[in-house]
């Protein structure tokens, strides 16, 4: 029942993702400033759910691993990063300050997680 529903989120969430970093690209090519830092800090947020959320998924599943699931992980983030790059690059173009902490604390606590997790043997 747990996994389930945790699946069901996970599936859910990567959509609203990927949605949210395409519409990120389209505010980049459309220079829309005002929504920058808000779309940063969703991203950030979206991704940190992501990885907690799939670290609960390789507990509670009898065939995932923490471990099997780095890889997924490390490949999503890598996405989630480009465009966060991006998007920082252009905030420091147009003078507008990035939320650093905002993204990059939360990130950092997930992947922490997830390698906890891996410690564990999870």
């Known amino acids: ?9 996970h599936v859910v969430v990567a959509c609203i993702t990927g949605l949210v970093a395409s519409y990120a690209l389209v505010i980049l090519w459309q ?3 005002r929504w920058y830092r808000a779309i940063s800090v969703t991203l950030a947020t979206l991704a940190t759910f992501e990885v907690l959320s ?11 691993t923490a471990a099997s699931l780095c890889a997924n992980i490390a490949l999503y983030i890598s996405a989630i990063c480009a465009v966060e790059i991006l ?4 905030m420091n173009d147009v003078s507008v300050r990035f939320p650093v902490t905002r993204v990059t604390l ?6 922490l997680v997830l390698m906890g997790a891996v410690v564990y043997g999870a």
């Open 31 to 33: 220079r829309s400033e």
């Open 1 to 9: 029942m747990i996994y389930a529903s945790v699946l069901a989120a």
């Open 106 to 111: 939360p990130l950092a606590s997930s992947v």
């Open 54 to 64: 799939g670290t609960v998924l390789s507990i509670t599943s009898p065939t995932i």
């Open 87 to 90: 998007l920082f690059l252009r």
